[in-house]
Nanobody
Framework: EVQLVESGGGLVQPGGSLRLSCAAS????????MSWARQAPGKRLEWVSG???????YYTDSMKGRFTIFRDSAKNTLYLQMNNLKPEDTADYYC??????????????????WGQGTQVTVSS
């Protein structure tokens, strides 16, 4: 059974950093395309970042240079390092996987495995 469990969210001041984790079980995330998505209060779920089986990483333009997606294959865990956080980064963050490709990874409706989410609040 595929399971994804996120952790690492919390309250941080603007300009601060957080590292989110997504522990996977039931499959090997190093051979899967994995993504992070987020949903801000009152807004739609949006794709944030992805990493393919080759380790190539992908980001939305607003996250480039601030967020880093990476994985630890030995721990079967996906991470999202978030630096220089802004109030507009406040959201519930989810990791996800599914029958997707690099071409379709930004289409969040195609993902069929999701974690429960972890809340990130950026506020002074």
């Amino acid at each position: 059974e595929v399971q994804l469990v996120e952790s690492g969210g919390g309250l941080v001041q603007p300009g601060g950093s957080l590292r989110l984790s997504c522990a996977a079980s039931g499959f090997s995330l190093s051979t899967s395309l994995m993504s992070w998505a987020r949903q801000a209060p009152g807004k739609r779920l949006e794709w944030v970042s992805g990493i393919d089986s080759d380790g190539t990483t992908y980001y939305t333009d607003s996250m480039k240079g601030r967020f880093t997606i990476f994985r630890d294959s030995a721990k079967n865990t996906l991470y999202l390092q978030m630096n220089n956080l802004k109030p507009e980064d406040t959201a519930d963050y989810y990791c996800a996987t599914g029958p997707i490709t690099v071409a379709t990874m930004r289409s969040i409706q195609l993902y069929n495995y999701w974690g429960q989410g972890t809340q990130v609040t950026v506020s002074s």
